[in-house]
């Protein structure tokens, strides 16, 4: 019995004794007793007895110790020393959150999952009857269920069939959890993720050929250059060749119709010093016959790497 009970019940008590002796002194006051009695055992009652339960909200009820029913929503009465209100359950569909980070798959890669449950009680009777603590047991159930089903297939079979995973895990669960009245309507696996040496190890390759298009690059420019400029091209340095190819490069593309476009991770291959040349030496200057020659350099370096093209 709550204390709000037993304080309803004592103040209806001594209520009921003040008025009982005024009744007998006051024998005018009979019916007016009676009628003040009324009200006042109508009150109590209420207040202990009926319960208001929202529209998604459901009361588990026993009657001496035992399952009776299930009661909402609206109001219910609860027969007061005989029943007992044991629990209130929400049967809304409810969200639980779901983090592993050691969940291995078949070729004993380690992943990391994150995602969200969505599950809703569909039988307060089996959800408060069959399991203690329905939330805790689901989560368990769901940790399992993803780490059986990552143990039968490898990396890339988990990444190939992540739009069914969902659903896999979904119906693996669910014969379980109707047994406890629950109903889980979606697994969502948000994200899944390898350790960070396996992406590096994973990168490699792609790395690998980028650098190799990377030197490729920078040796056409160089033979490009020299048999372009002749003996004027041994006196310059690396930066000096990249940015002479470079910018006849940048002038093919803005006198066609097509543009020359080199991909971010092939400037990154060079070594960022396609991006870090701001310009020739004066070294460079002296040897290619001053700054105003510069531009009639450009132009042989676009007639030769023309010529190359079409010989290709």
Not at 120 to 138: F, R
Not at 160 to 168: I, V, Y
Not at 233 to 240: Q, R
Request: charged content about 15%; proline content about 3%; cysteine-free.
């Amino acid at each position: 019995m709550t204390p709000r009970e037993l304080g309803a019940y004592a103040i209806a008590a001594l209520l009921i004794v003040i008025l009982f002796a005024l009744g007998s002194i006051y024998a005018v006051a009979y019916y007016f007793f009676i009628i003040i009695l009324f009200i006042v055992l109508f009150s109590v009652f209420f207040v202990t007895s009926v319960k208001q339960y929202s529209q998604f909200e459901r009361g588990i009820i026993f009657r001496l110790g035992r399952f009776n029913r299930i009661a909402g929503p609206g109001w219910a009465v609860v027969l007061p020393f005989f029943e007992k209100e044991y629990q209130r359950i929400d049967v809304r569909v409810k969200m639980m959150d779901l983090g592993l980070n050691d969940v291995f798959t078949q070729d004993d890669i380690r992943l990391s999952i994150e995602g969200t449950i969505y599950y809703q009680v569909v039988d307060p009777e089996k959800a408060t009857l069959q399991i203690d603590n329905y939330g805790q047991g689901l989560s368990n159930l769901v940790q399992s269920a993803v780490r059986n089903e990552m143990a039968s297939l490898s990396m890339r079979q988990v990444f190939g069939s992540l739009d069914k995973m969902n659903d896999l895990l979904a119906d693996a669960i669910r014969h379980t959890t109707w047994k406890w009245g629950i109903d889980v309507p979606t697994v969502q696996i948000r994200t899944v993720a390898p350790p960070q040496e396996v992406i590096q190890a994973m990168q490699q390759p792609e790395i690998a050929a980028n650098l190799l298009q990377a030197q490729r690059f920078k040796a056409d420019a160089q033979r490009i250059v020299m048999e372009a400029i002749g003996e004027g091209g041994k006196a310059l340095d690396d930066n000096s060749i990249m940015y002479l190819y470079l910018q006849a490069l940048k002038q093919m593309g803005e006198s066609s119709s097509s543009k020359i476009v080199l991909p971010m991770q092939f400037m990154q291959g060079l070594g960022g010093m396609a991006g870090g040349i701001a310009g020739l030496s004066t070294a460079a200057l002296a040897s290619l016959g001053g700054q105003q020659n510069v531009q009639n350099v450009i132009s042989q370096i676009k007639t030769k790497i023309a010529s190359s093209g079409a010989q290709k």
